[in-house]
């Protein structure tokens, strides 16, 4: 008996050696996760989202290129499926071709998983016949998802339903797939990280506008949760970016708009409610702006600061009398 045991565990031993010597094992991390990516038909914008219980996993997972595609490449990860799908992508290959393409050159394969969507909607998505269960992936219109080391064998058809049966802009259908996965049983030991990006169907050469969205929580609890209020904040200071813009053209007008429009977002913001009052400041509106200053003046006395700076450059058109009633609002 006591040889017997000897025996298996030299078996164990040799198998497990052999395992870790194969490069797609050591060299590649396991990130086994859910993840989506999808294209809007009607704005041409495209889009990956992955939740896991893995650090950072959006620095390794997801990928995207305004005018190209999104890739996402994970389960044992070869990064390199993310930069050579989309160089591939540009050289004219279709979604399809590309993954035949990494697939087949990669020893690998069998324990792999990779997403690819183009500018023109045609999507495909491997899963390696040893990727841990339950893993698989579903391919629908303009859009694919899969999973691997899930609770159970759920998620992906979870996902699918809720994003066909979704409505809105690209990022929120990418919250609510992610959601369902989730609340189908999600990743067997837990959450950690995820991430969103979006890019736009045609580029622009300009890398900062063409990046629509890119948004990720590296390690946390509650990801998805923090991940959809990043959103949803992203959201808010879209409109904060729309009033500066508008305040550097000096339409004041469209600037308390936007402003308006953020703070109601997120009233409890300092930020928001402080430009929101600048503005009806400039648009001659100073008793209305007062009650905003003093609850902004009563969170942090620093404001007072920059408010008296705003108005040597023409930021704040006020007379000294003026700003004084502002300042010692809080007093």
Known sequence: MRNMVIYIFILIAVFTDFIFSQNFYTENPLVSTYSIVARDPETGEMGVAVQSHWFSVGSIVSWGEAGVGVVATQSFVNPAFGPDGLELLKSGMTASEVVDKLISEDEGRDVRQLAIIDVNGNVKSYTGKNCIPGAGNIVGENYSVQANLMLNDKVPGAMSKAFEKSTGPLAERLMTALFAAEEAGGDIRGKQSAAILVVKGRSTGQVWSD???????????????????????????????????????????????????????FPENEEMKFWHATTLVNNGDLEGALPLFKEVFSKNQNWKILTSRLVPIGLLNVNSEELQKILSVSE
Do not use: C, F, W
Request: no cysteine; hydrophobic share 40%; net charge negative.
């Open 211 to 265: 990046r629509l969205i890119d948004l990720r929580v590296e390690d946390d609890p509650y990801p998805l949760d923090k991940l959809d209020r990043l959103l949803k904040i992203h959201r808010a200071y879209n409109h904060m970016n729309a009033g500066d813009l508008a305040v550097e053209h000096g339409d004041m007008e469209l600037a308390m708009k936007e402003y308006s429009a953020a703070e109601k977002m």
